[in-house]
């Protein structure tokens, strides 16, 4: 099965994608609608998708198929989820096929996104396995004659003594045709075989060798190749273009002009490209200088915005005891910073007989299917959406956007399969950016050295202007001719948060209120960026604590314990501590220094300390962080390996966050244009990583995907403090300012 | 126009226009999917593939500028089921995230060992260093090489 995918032509392609339907079960989402009965609570996605055949399918050819709403992004998501379906049904990992996030034929799981795949999905597809399990061993003892519990499964085959059948055998008579009551308990931890084990990605061989692995690299009988042409800045207003002369160019099969929006379509790609470069440069926009100041002045700015403010978490406790009590106060910043996936987004879109189907890198092909139809002004049910992997999505990036573009373009076309694919201008300048942050941390120190009094205020954009909600959160949708509006942004409530996600401290403080200050105008789009506010909020939350212990005269890791009851954060710290070699107030010397920091992800994820060691250039203000050395829990791990690609992953981008990346622009337009503008982390700036695992058999898992972006950030931080004396408190630490502070 | 390519030693006539870049020949004409469109502007090496020995841009090589010269992309290297020491070192260290960058960051290793069959962790880094991974991988790659590299000694 491996290689065949690996090596798929185009039919084999379409197969996957799609073409060929299969018989799931797409009833459940109208299910879960219906007024009364109310249905029992099930667990995970599950619960909004009831039907165990939802899920998966035994076949008699000796494999298994197994459905999911998440979508592969690259975390190896598929390879995790086959693990659990392995395991739960005592079958070979091998014989797990593994269909994603299709509105034609998978489960509707909304977004793939907050590190809850494992949490939602995994959990349903363990109880969809260990009830179909035992709905084929009850037809096994029927035919075996044999009591289901003398029964015994090894990769499908079912044994009792001498006689034996197969779930292949069985399939046929197996009726997943009906709502799961998880009334079967899954495997206990000690009896995995699969899960636990490092099992290698299914998708690495195929992207090593060329195979058809990405929407990119989709190629359908007719297809044309398309581009976007945006407007010169964020409201500009299209005065004039030359449509005619570019209806002229070599190739060009249509030329789209709605509103602000415009696009071309050509035989041939760099066609396509010429085209759009010729349209661009005849169009004639009226802009307007409606972007925010740069700099400094831009938290100043946030700061003045009409804000939506809110006590997110606040607690009254005991006062300070008698004696001295010293207060603490510190501002920090975050800028406007990109996804910049290294693929720019693409899709491919076809309008035939009145029925849209997009390929799509969406994170949700439910809630894009969605908001396509009311742009194109088509019924949802005309529309498909099937998900087909991008290059590496760390949020809401240009996926939704190109997917509306690509079908703005296939009605111009008439029939034709196009794929448009955004030049690297478009992602840099149109992508919605992770939010500009400030933060506000203040606190007392009562005389031994314990926080009594607490607050932390927040400034922020939104952090989710998905697809999804009321209006249209698509772009195009945005600058057509009759134009929907964005659905009014909505932040996740706590405990989990988005704005202030992470901001309310997992420590033991007597005292604290927690405010966010929520500014839902954007005058630069903002949305989901790995983390959402965590990692601002978290920087700022653990480098503030160093600075606490600092004042107090305390070692950082003693300080933090002395603050922390939850003994699964207490043991990851002194994980962290022990492995890294953690010496207790330790100085730096000047230029090479250490520093710690901690999160519970969510407050509800996973649990990550990190360790980051800095060598500081005081000459050229260069930050190189030297090694990152983390300590994870989460939970029950089901692919250690994967795990630990996913935590790697996010030290060395939160890295190159935290020293490296700024979104710039002038007062009118964005000027992030490409790699020359937005340089991120290269191959000698990259530190050395260890990461130590603690497994929690006994405990559900947690999600990882955004566990140590927020403590790596404050660990480096931390560690110039602890090297140079000097706090940085706004990122990012670039050259021109660590040189600037330490002058 | 038709412009004739040598790929994986193989002759291709290219009806297109002399400045069109290698990468959409590559990509759309001969149907290879290895080398990827990351910016178009030489900057993140995505599209890289080896021309007479060299490591190459793509997405900034004309098609003309190229005829008659010896490309060879990663589908020259080897298949899933016949992988190069590289691709087969990159499946072992589970070297990629979302893998876009992965074609690019072989076939800039393959022209370094290429070079220098045993190059040190410090030559692999500066080799790739101009080779843009977003996922945060780049301590499996260069694990990667460094495995490739010692299988072949």
């Known amino acids: ?41 099930l667990p995970g996605s599950l619960n909004a998708n009831r039907m165990l055949d939802s899920w998966l399918r035994i076949n008699p050819n000796g494999t298994v198929t197994v459905s999911t709403g998440k979508a592969e992004l690259g975390q190896g998501i598929l390879t995790a989820l086959a693990q659990i379906a392995a395991d739960e049904l005592d079958v070979g990992y091998e014989r797990i096929e593994m269909i994603s996030a299709d509105t034609s034929r998978s489960p509707n799981e909304g977004m793939t996104a907050g590190s809850l795949s494992v949490e939602q999905s995994g959990t349903a597809i363990r109880y969809a396995a260990a009830e179909a399990r035992d709905i084929l061993l009850q037809l096994a003892a029927a035919r075996l004659g044999v009591a289901a519990d003398k029964l015994v499964v090894a990769d499908g085959t079912v044994t009792a003594g001498g006689a034996k059948t197969t779930y292949w055998d069985l399939a046929q008579n197996a009726n997943l045709k009906r709502e799961a009551t998880a009334r079967i308990k899954p495997k206990a931890p000690a009896r995995h075989q699969v899960i636990g084990k490092s099992i290698q990605r299914r998708d690495i061989p195929g992207k090593v060798t060329g195979g058809i692995a990405y929407v990119q690299d989709m190629r359908l009988p007719g297809m044309v190749f398309g581009r976007v042409v945006r407007p010169a800045s964020r409201r500009a207003q299209l005065e004039s273009c030359d449509e005619a002369a570019v209806r002229r160019m070599p190739g060009v099969v249509a030329v789209v002009r709605d509103g602000n929006f415009l696009a071309v379509a050509a035989e041939r790609e760099e066609q396509a490209i010429k085209a759009a470069y010729a349209l661009r440069d005849s169009a004639k926009w009226k802009e307007s200088p409606d972007l925010p100041p740069q700099g400094m002045a831009l938290y100043e700015h946030l700061q003045k915005l009409p804000s939506q403010d809110s006590v997110v978490n606040s607690k009254v406790g005991a006062p300070a005891g008698g004696g001295q009590v010293s207060t603490v106060e510190a501002t920090y910043t975050r800028p406007y910073q990109c996804h910049a996936s290294l693929g720019p987004s693409c899709a491919v879109a076809q309008l035939k007989d009145d029925k849209l189907t997009v390929w799509t890198h969406s994170q949700g092909v439910y809630p894009l299917r969605q908001h396509l139809a009311r742009v194109m002004r088509m019924p949802e049910p005309s529309v498909t959406a099937i998900h087909v992997q991008g290059a590496g999505c760390y949020g809401h990036n240009g996926a ?272 992030t244009q490409s790699w020359a503008d937005y340089p991120i982390l290269t191959f000698p700036e990259v530190p050395a990583v260890e990461v130590v695992l603690l ?48 002058a | 126009m038709a412009i004739t390519i040598t790929v994986n030693g193989k002759q291709h006539s290219v009806d297109a226009a002399p400045d069109t870049p290698l990468l959409y020949a590559l990509r759309n004409d001969l149907e290879l999917n290895g080398a990827k469109f990351g910016c178009g502007l030489a900057q993140c090496g ?86 843009l991974c977003r996922c945060g991988t780049h301590n499996r790659i260069v694990r990667a090489i460094q495995r490739a590299a010692k299988g072949a000694a």
Not at chain 1, 568 to 597: C, L, M, N, T, Y
Not at chain 1, 616 to 641: C, E, F, W, Y
Not at chain 1, 701 to 728: C, D, F, H, M, W
Not at chain 2, 48 to 62: D, F, H, L, M
Request: glycine share 8%.
């Open chain 1, 1 to 41: 099965m491996k290689n065949k995918k690996f090596t798929a032509g185009r039919r084999e392609f379409l197969q996957q994608s799609g073409a060929i339907m299969v018989g799931f079960s797409l009833a459940p989402a109208a299910f879960a609608q219906q007024p009364a009965p109310k249905p029992a609570p």
């Open chain 1, 695 to 742: 497994n929690r058999p006994d405990e559900r898992s947690l999600g990882v995907g955004e566990g140590s972006q927020g403590p790596t950030a404050a660990a480096i931080s931390n560690a110039v403090a602890n090297a140079t004396g000097k706090r940085l408190r706004d990122l990012p630490f670039t050259r021109e300012r660590v040189k600037a502070a330490l």
């Open chain 1, 400 to 671: 939704d956007d190109v997917a509306c573009d690509a079908a703005l373009l296939a009605r111009a076309i008439k029939g034709r399969p196009v794929k448009l694919q955004w030049m690297r201008e478009d992602e840099f300048g149109w992508e919605p950016y992770g939010s500009a942050m400030v933060m506000k941390l203040k606190a007392r120190l009562d005389e031994r050295g314990h926080v009594v009094d607490w607050q932390h205020d927040v400034w922020s954009h939104p952090h989710s202007t998905r697809p999804g909600g009321p209006g249209s959160n698509l772009l195009a949708g945005l600058h057509i001719a009759n134009p929907l509006s964005m659905g009014a942004p909505v932040n996740s409530p706590q405990p989990s948060g988005a704005a202030d996600r992470n901001a309310v401290p997992l420590y033991e403080f007597p005292n604290q209120r927690i405010v966010l200050h929520y500014l839902p105008e954007m005058p630069l789009r903002t949305s989901a960026l790995r983390t959402l506010g965590a990692y601002a909020n978290v920087f700022s939350l653990e480098s503030f604590i160093d600075e606490l212990a600092a004042a107090a005269g305390a070692d950082p890791v003693e300080f933090r314990l002395r603050h922390l009851k939850d003994p699964r954060a207490r043991a990851v710290i002194e994980a962290a501590a022990q492995k890294a070699g953690w010496k207790p107030k330790q100085k730096g010397d000047g230029s090479r220094g250490r520093g710690f920091a901690f999160a519970k992800y969510k407050n509800l994820a996973a649990y990550v300390a990190v360790i980051a060691d800095v060598e500081v250039d005081r000459r050229t203000g260069k930050v190189q962080v030297m090694k990152a050395v983390a300590a994870v829990d989460a939970g029950l791990i089901i692919n250690p390996d994967g795990l630990s690609n996913q935590i790697e992953g996010g030290i060395i981008q939160s890295t190159s966050w935290t020293l490296k990346e700024q979104v710039k622009f002038d007062r009118q337009r964005v000027l």
């Open chain 2, 46 to 131: 995505a599209c890289t593939v080896i021309i007479e020995g060299k490591a190459v841009r793509s997405c900034a090589t004309p098609l003309a500028s190229v005829a008659g010269k010896a490309i060879t992309t990663i589908e020259g290297l080897g298949t899933s089921a016949r992988p190069h020491a590289l691709q087969q070192a990159f499946v072992e260290e589970q070297a990629a995230q979302c893998g876009y960058c992965a074609s690019g960051m072989i076939m800039t290793a393959k022209a370094l060992l290429d070079k220098n069959p045993r190059p040190t962790e410090a030559q692999i880094k500066k080799a790739l260093a101009a080779n």
